[in-house]
């Protein structure tokens, strides 16, 4: 059977919804006060989960200090207290959704894991609010 753990980190992060190919009015009408021009910030919560084999000499699926390593170095760093929009490349054309930030967490820490390990990204945006990739 396979045995699924998880690691869990936050992340403070500016963002601005808008489709650049859609006029202002129809930006405010879809997105709303995620369309303010000036940013606005979110808390988020990531949550990786990783599935695989317990390792019969360790006793682990993964040693969770090389996980925790690998958010804090591909996620934690490059968007943590930064505006998701202007300062990650992967969000230049790209409009930062949770559900879009999930996808990119998860093909970021995906090419850096081992093929016999599968991961799902849990991405908190609000409280209430939180999306899955893959779903
Ligand atoms: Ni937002």
New binding site residues.
Partial sequence: MKTAVYRRATFNAA?R?YNPKWDNVTNDKIFGL?NNPNY?G?NYILIVKLIGDIDPETGYVIDLKILKDLIKEEVIEPFDHNNLNLDVPEFKNLNPTAENIAKVIYEKLRSRLETKYDIQIRLY?TENNFVEYPG
Avoid: A, G, P, S
Wanted: charged content about 15%; some cysteine; overall charge negative.
């Fill in positions: 963002h919804l995620c606005h979110h945006e």
